[in-house]
């Protein structure tokens, strides 16, 4: 028998997450004698299993993954078990890891590298974006892998910096191996297999069974692939402060960009750093500090400044504003915003390179 078909018939069972494969595999590291031991009737289900998955285990053989394991062959899908040398080192540990886990690109940036995960919102402002590009930019020309999902937003934003750099970039799937989510990312997605990276997933090509769950299952793989996590911009309640919290599972350190208090897309991040989970990633440095690499290459460049890099509200107030410092209350006159809005506005157009901060709120033009 083909040891990697009884993987593919032990994760099929088993299910993504399953808090107790660790534990599994230290009863029964070879899926071929588990196998045997179970339709011999020489052993019965581990306990640890649920009952559905014993169930399953029963009532399937490893030879009902032969198409499956053809399939892969066929289309270059490469599959990786955790007796496989390919297979990602720093998931080997884990309690709940991946018993199979389906590969595009190139497996061999899995290990051997720094890795830091970014992640982050999928609607994210201007603001978001750039400090998600410009930071991942830096870290990836110090040699670092930028790890995330292939998410709508700041996940698109690490992987596209990290192929601009010309450097590999990991992005695992909550999907089939073999579907893009969203589509809108499959040119992206092509560009990192064809740049030395890899997109993985635990579910194989075809995947039928049910999608409830297994995004929130993949942010455990983008946490544990990771050296440190990096958050660039969420809300409080999300799919991101989700990743923290795998990562924080496993011991890995977690850093958060800064944002206006006023911005419901950084309150998350925010309340990171509030409640001391995160630390301030300010810069690239702060991330390579926790990866013990150099950061003189890592600084991004401050391009210069456009207003059209900006929001609506900051490209107003940047009308307004000239050599003469001018107070918040008069910029509310000049754009008819609120208070709450200015700040923001301003807070924006300084972290942009727009605008700088004088005492009692007072803003220039730069």
């Keep these: 028998m083909d040891k990697k078909l009884a993987w593919l018939w032990l994760a099929g069972a088993v299910g993504s997450g399953c808090q107790y494969a660790r534990e599994l595999l230290d009863l029964w590291p070879d899926p071929v004698e588990l196998y045997e031991a179970l339709h011999g009737m020489q052993t019965m289900p581990p306990a640890c299993l649920s009952d559905a998955a014993a169930e399953q285990l029963a009532g399937t053989s490893p030879y009902d993954y032969e198409e499956c394991m053809d399939h892969c062959l066929l289309t270059g899908v490469a599959v990786l078990t955790p007796d496989d040398g390919a297979y990602p080192a720093r998931m080997r540990a884990l309690p709940d890891l991946p018993l199979a886990l389906y590969v595009t690109g190139?497996?061999?940036?899995l290990n051997g590298r720094r890795y830091a995960g970014l992640v982050g919102t999928r609607r994210p402002d201007p603001y978001g974006r750039q400090a998600a590009y410009d930071l991942a930019l830096a870290m990836a020309k110090a040699g670092v892998v930028i790890v995330s999902?292939?998410?709508?937003?700041l996940d698109s934003e690490g992987h596209r910096a990290a192929v601009e750099a010309g450097a590999p970039t990991v992005a695992f799937l909550g999907t089939a191996i073999d579907k893009t989510y969203p589509a809108a990312n499959?040119?992206?997605?092509?560009?990192?297999?064809?740049s030395g990276g890899a997109v993985c997933s635990e579910y194989p090509p075809g995947y039928p069974g049910k999608t409830k769950g297994t995004f929130l299952a993949r942010n455990r793989l983008i946490a544990a692939q990771a050296e440190v996590l990096c958050v660039a911009?969420?809300?409080t309640r999300s799919g991101t402060l989700n990743t923290v919290s795998h990562a924080e599972r496993y011991g890995r350190p977690v850093l958060a960009v800064p944002g206006s208090i006023y911005s419901a897309l950084s309150q998350g991040t925010n309340e990171l750093l509030r409640t001391r989970r995160a630390g301030a990633l300010c810069q690239a440095s702060d991330a390579l500090d926790c990866l013990d690499l150099c950061a003189d290459a890592a600084v991004p460049e401050q391009a210069a400044f456009t207003p059209e890099a900006v929001s609506p509200d900051a490209r107003a107030v940047y009308a307004c504003l000239g050599p003469a410092a001018q107070g918040v209350d008069a910029l509310c006159a000049a754009t008819g915003l609120p208070?709450?809005?200015v700040l923001a506005a301003c807070t924006e157009l300084e972290l942009y390179g727009g605008a700088s901060a004088l005492p009692g709120r007072r803003y220039i033009a730069l």
């Design 106 to 109: 190139d497996p061999a940036c």
């Design 149 to 153: 999902g292939l998410a709508d937003g």
């Design 186 to 194: 499959h040119a992206l997605r092509s560009r990192i297999e064809e």
């Design 233 to 235: 911009e969420a809300r």
């Design 339 to 341: 208070a709450g809005r």
